[in-house]
């Protein structure tokens, strides 16, 4: 009975609901089109702003990452300072981006120009401030529309833009651990953040001459990636090889990484955080087709490292004569790096193609290095650098771009981030000294430098050059 008179209670108010539906109907369509499209615009600037942080924090996560596999890369007497390497790096790059960066990657940059504007600082709009504190509704109400236009909050952006740079620095910390200096690697960060990056974003995303030319690197294979390979590479050379890494008679003692378990982590959270990277260069969540585009770029980032993973376990065997984990970790990061140029290619296999190559290309360049007797702890230089300059240029096979321009945009960012580190890391060398001392490579820069130990139950012995 109680369900039959539910079914009666239903018929009875279906009459009413529809004619409150009509009702309802009819008030909408009284309300004029352009409200329409102000709420519109104001949910696209709700969901851009918040990809924007979102995205970058998931970015950020990304120094989580590198944190982890260099403190497990490098020997337990140097691990701790790893750590502070890493959270000091960031601090800097956003402190620096603040301050400098952002002005000169992105505000007034001439149509084909060199660098934006040289002035200091860079914070929320005019508008914005009138929206949070105006107790005028009018002048509110006129700012809120001034903001929604813009399509994203500015720190929302600035945020995104940021994490980008702390990318690129953490990727020089790698390749010079345990013999570099630990304030000389800060001021040289300071430099690489607040000038050399910035620059380099201005020629290409911030619509400077490279951009003007056509060059295409949507996430950064060459622009984030490459250019901390080429300050990595730099470095390294200026600073020289840890001590006994190359022996008189040309072998190479090898330096085992103290923890397996957190690199192979560190690696995981790198390709979490590649999903913020490359899709939230999206810069856009608005409808089907950013979502569509959105679903692609996740999907060719996850192919693109599988890819690298299972090239670099094959070639491994093969040239290094065992299959090397480490090597194989590298390789997904030289597949992530390499799809990292043209991510939103519609055709998949691409992706994996374009990532298999670039994990074949880490286990060459290892291989490379350590023929000309370049010191690399993480393989930085192979899975940046190299990889990023094979994606970059494989954007003209599958993503639309000229091989021309391409080549263009990779020689002419190559020379002067190589050129401009070599002349940062040779003044620091001059002046205030780039190479800890021998005995504190001899006992490790956590004790001599830190006073502290990562692993205090181990005890840490010399080590001999055998």
């Known amino acids: 009975m ?3 008179s539910g079914r009666r209670g239903f ?30 615009d104001e949910t696209q600037f709700v969901l851009n702003s918040f990809s924007f942080l979102i995205w970058g924090a998931l970015v950020m996560w990304m120094c989580a990452g590198f944190t982890m596999l260099e403190s497990g890369s490098v020997r337990t007497k140097n691990a701790s300072v790893i750590c502070l390497k890493n959270v000091g790096l960031y601090a800097i790059a956003g402190l620096m981006f603040y301050f400098v960066g952002y002005n000169i990657m992105y505000v007034g940059v001439p149509e084909g120009g060199w660098f934006g504007t040289l002035t200091l600082f860079y914070g929320t709009t005019a508008d914005e401030v009138t929206l949070l504190t105006s107790d005028d509704a009018a002048a509110k109400a006129a700012a809120g529309a001034a903001v929604v236009k813009n399509g994203y909050s500015t720190m929302s952006d600035w945020f ?46 911030g619509g400077g ?42 072998s190479v003692k090898a330096t085992p990484p103290s923890n397996v378990p957190v690199v192979t982590l560190g690696v995981f959270i790198l390709w979490l955080g590649w999903f913020g990277f490359n899709g939230g260069s999206q810069l856009a969540l608005g409808g089907a087709a950013d979502a569509v585009a959105l679903s692609n770029i996740l999907a060719n980032t996850n192919l693109a490292a599988g890819a690298g993973v299972m090239a670099a376990i094959a070639l491994s065997r093969p040239l290094l004569g065992r299959v090397d984990l480490l090597a194989s970790l590298n390789g997904a990061i030289g597949g992530l790096v390499s799809i990292t140029a043209a991510p939103d290619i519609a055709e998949h296999y691409w992706a994996v193609v374009i990532g298999g190559v670039g994990g074949a290309i880490v286990v060459v360049g290892l291989m490379l290095l350590e023929r000309l007797k370049i010191d690399d702890v993480v393989g930085a230089v192979p899975a940046h650098l190299f990889a990023g ?52 490579e001899e006992l490790g820069q956590d004790v001599a430098e830190l006073g502290i130990e990562a692993y205090p139950e181990f005890v840490v012995l010399p080590e001999s050059d055998d």
């Open 160 to 205: 995104f833009q940021m994490v980008f740079v702390a990318t690129t620095a953490s990727i020089v910390s790698g390749a010079m651990a345990e013999r570099v200096k630990l304030w000389s690697f800060f001021a040289f960060i300071t430099v690489l953040t607040a000038i050399v990056y910035p620059i380099v974003g201005a020629w290409t995303w």
């Open 11 to 40: 018929r009875v108010l279906r009459p009413a609901a529809l004619a409150l539906g009509i009702a309802a109907f009819g008030f909408l369509a009284l309300i004029p089109t352009a409200s329409y499209a102000a709420l519109n």
């Open 2 to 4: 109680l369900h039959d």
């Open 209 to 250: 001459w490279l951009s003007a030319m056509g060059f295409k690197d949507f996430a950064g294979s060459t622009i984030v990636h490459s250019t901390g390979g080429w300050a990595a590479l730099a470095g390294a050379i200026v600073v020289g090889a840890r001590k006994g890494k190359f022996r008189a008679d040309g």
């Open 389 to 440: 300059i094979w994606g970059t240029l494989a954007v003209s096979i599958a993503g639309g771009g000229d091989l021309l321009v391409q080549l263009i945009g990779v020689a002419a960012i190559g020379a002067f981030v190589f050129v401009a580190s070599w002349a940062i890391w040779t003044v620091l060398k001059l002046t205030v000294g780039v190479r800890i001392a021998p005995v504190t």
